[in-house]
């Protein structure tokens, strides 16, 4: 019986990640089945308002660590608060979301509590003594199911794998501080910087992801400028391919992936790419562009919901997994797309 859960709220500087919510959704949902009592952790500087938050999506009790050396990310720390927080609270199940930053604390909390952790997990059940968890493995070809015989049961989930709650505006209570003491001098990581991204849709939180592969750089009917040596003309050309990507992306309010081959020939950045060394994603609609389907694309986005492929190649892997498949240039077929959708969306 699964009666005491602790959810790992992660945020940045006190803006929670969708995927929290996620946790915690599925946290209530599993004490409301055990009799059981869903718990949010907080650590940060001035997070207050995200405690009430937790308590509007259903957190039973919000245990709150805030201290200006809890701001950044800074994981030796941060581990040390969430041991000592494990073991005041003694829960028998801690969830975490799977944010780059939930992942390595859930690995750090395993070590330190000695147990554990279940990474990546799309589905859980809880019947019984114990949680069995779900996850793909060997490119998501397998699903396997997994029980950790110690406690606490640590999980991270696949963002998007599970739903994410309405809050409950009526809903409040009162945070418990958590009296920890801070050793900063002895963490090893100092925050040095931190240089905001230009805003654009996560990837990981998306329900509509467009990606392009290498693809994006081959149009034939394209010319680059002449004093462009060879180099610099295919990516002055996938440019231009992802620029048709990016306003379908702005007309359906999308993400933008990659493919490897894309990040590989620096059409993109790495953050944008999809697969089993770059993003698990798994949103309501994945449209990928010139991307042939290789196993390591594939375990990164094959648990989209719909899967809709634009590729020349009629024999290209990919169409095997999409729902919907367009054979075609996807420089011809994406700008018409693009426009139709628009139009629909907008009347
Ligand atoms: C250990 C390891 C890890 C890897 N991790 C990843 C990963 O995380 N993510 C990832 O994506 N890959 C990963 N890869 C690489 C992977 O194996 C593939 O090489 C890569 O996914 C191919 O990218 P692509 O589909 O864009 O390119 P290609 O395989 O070259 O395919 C391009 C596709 O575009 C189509 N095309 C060409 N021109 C057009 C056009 N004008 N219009 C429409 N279609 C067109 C072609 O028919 C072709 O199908 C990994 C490989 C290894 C070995």
Known sequence: MTNKILVYLDHFHGKAQPSSWEALGLAVRIAADTGGEAAALILGDNVQELAGLAFQYGAGQVFLAENPDLKDFRPEILADVIKAAAEEYQPELMIFPTTTRGRTLAGMAAVDLDTGVMVDVIDLDWEGEQIRATRPIY???????????????IVTLRTRAFDKPEPD????GTATHLDVKIDSAAAQTKVLDIQEKASGVSLSDASVIVTGGRGVALNAKLEAPADLDEAAAE????????ALIQKLADVLGAAVGA?????DAGYIEYDHQVGQTGKVVSPDLYIACGVSGAIQHLAGMRSSKVIVAIN???DAPIFSFARFGIVGD????????TEELKAYLAG
């Open 330 to 337: 996807m420089h011809e077929i994406l700008p018409p797309l």
């Open 312 to 314: 020349k190649d009629p």
């Open 169 to 172: 505006a009526s809903k409040s």
């Open 259 to 263: 493919s490897r081959a894309s990040v």
């Open 235 to 242: 990516i002055w050309k996938a440019q231009q391919g992802f």
């Open 139 to 153: 490119a998501g070809k397998l699903l396997a199911k997994l029980q950790c015989s110690s406690t606490p049961q």
